[in-house]
Structures are given as structure tokens and as C-alpha cells.
């Protein structure tokens, strides 16, 4: 995972791609990325339908946007993680998550990580290039 890449993320809206329980692709809005252990990790609620989706097909797409020319999509297969040094570094990064959640330990708060990852960044310029990670 590039520092260009993570720093992206940090800077622009990411949106994610899950297949719902339905069997249709459901796009949400996730803020909250953070690199630890070598991996990318995000953060939900277990009573939300992204922690159902990604149970039941753990396949996921992010993608972001600059506004202006840029755009990087990460694809991978999502896996949980109860790992309490990993929650508890997405409270310290993002204060917000701490303000809902409370404690690390929250039963309802869940971190997950991508594996198999692969990612493209591309612009009007022309650049196209893929990552394998």
C-alpha cells in the first residue's frame, strides 16, 4: 500500500460496493480507512446491512474520487478482525468513531481488513495502472 494511496483515502469521499442480501449491488458512503499490520482496514456497525453483506459475499470494491482527475479503485475479499489494537487505533485516528462506539470493545463495533487486494488508479491524463498487494 503506497503513502499516495492512503493519503487519498484520507483526503477524498470513498464509497464502497457490496452485493446485498437481496442480491443486488449496494454503494455506500465509508470514511473511515486506516493502514496497520500491512493491512487496509475499515469500520462498521454489526447491526448494519454492510456487516450481513460482506458475511454473506465478502467480495468488496472501494472507489474515490478527487473531483478533479483522479480516481483509485481497491478491490479484495473483506475479512473481520476482533483485533483490539486495530480498534482501538481507528478511535485514535478517528475521534468521531470513539464518540459513537464509546470503547474498543464494543460488541456492536466491528473492523475489517481487505485481502487479495487490487488496485487501479487512473486520471484523464491517461495514467492506468494497477497494483497487486
Known sequence: MTQEILDFLDKHPTFLATK??????????????????????FCTAKFKGIYKHIQNFNNVEFSAFDNQATWIRIRGVAKF?????????????????????????????????????????????????????
Open 20 to 41: 446485498g442480501t437481496c442480491g443486488n449491488p449496494r454503494v455506500r458512503p465509508m470514511q473511515f480507512a486506516l493502514f496497520k499490520n500491512g493491512r487496509l482496514y
Open 81 to 133: 478482525d476482533e483485533d483490539l489494537s486495530v480498534k482501538e487505533a481507528m478511535f485514535e485516528k478517528y475521534p468521531v468513531v470513539k464518540e459513537i462506539y464509546k470503547t474498543p470493545s464494543n460488541p456492536d463495533f466491528a473492523v475489517f481488513y481487505l485481502e487479495e487486494v487490487s488496485i487501479k488508479i487512473q486520471d484523464f491524463n491517461g495514467r492506468d495502472e494497477v497494483i497487486k498487494g
